[in-house]
């Protein structure tokens, strides 16, 4: 048996996004679960650490930055830590399926793979689809939409995550 074999799925795949890689798999966890040595979800566990990410620009250096970040986040807490991302204004270009700036096909493609293997949350502004003129079908299907993205960010300030924007 192959010793990495023995290490969490998530482990395993943190490392590979937190160097850039894509890797796809596990549905994405519920706030406040972890999973198990084993890969699976448990229920009723929670993780002892908790941030929400502001994304608000189209910039794609500032979008690898944050993406970077959060990469290292799962590769230093690995099951113990639940990552949001709010995303409005120029930013949410990031998360449209035919966006309207120039976005790095492989940033959308690392997002995905956030979100999939590592239950990394992308939540969209209504208010920022609204200006755009686009609907939830406008954006990948891994997205959640929330009518407000400022407030999405302080409920989770009142849920004790740290809030991280630059």
């Known amino acids: 048996m192959n010793p990495s074999s023995k290490l ?3 482990q395993l795949l943190a490392a590979a996004v937190a160097v850039g ?3 796809v798999g596990s549905a994405g966890l519920a706030e406040g679960s972890k999973q198990d040595g084993k890969g699976a979800v448990t ?4 993780v002892d650490h908790k941030v929400v990410y502001q994304l608000n620009r189209a910039d794609a250096d500032y979008q690898l930055a944050i993406l970077n970040s959060i990469g290292a986040m799962l590769k230093k807490y ?3 830590v639940t990552i949001a991302v709010v995303v409005f204004g120029p ?3 990031l998360l449209a399926k035919k966006p309207k700036r120039p976005v790095p096909k492989t940033h959308q493609q690392r997002a995905r793979g956030m979100s999939e293997s590592y239950g990394v949350e992308f939540v969209a502004c209504g208010n920022t689809m609204n200006t755009l003129g686009w609907t ?3 954006l990948f299907d891994f997205v959640r939409v929330e009518e407000v993205g400022a407030s ?3 409920e989770r300030q009142e849920k004790g995550y740290a809030y991280i924007s630059w």
């Open 8 to 10: 969490p799925r998530r």
């Open 21 to 23: 890689g894509t890797t």
């Open 43 to 46: 229920k009723g566990d929670v």
């Open 78 to 80: 690995v099951d113990d």
């Open 91 to 93: 930013g949410l270009h």
């Open 136 to 138: 939830k079908d406008d």
């Open 152 to 154: 999405s960010i302080m």
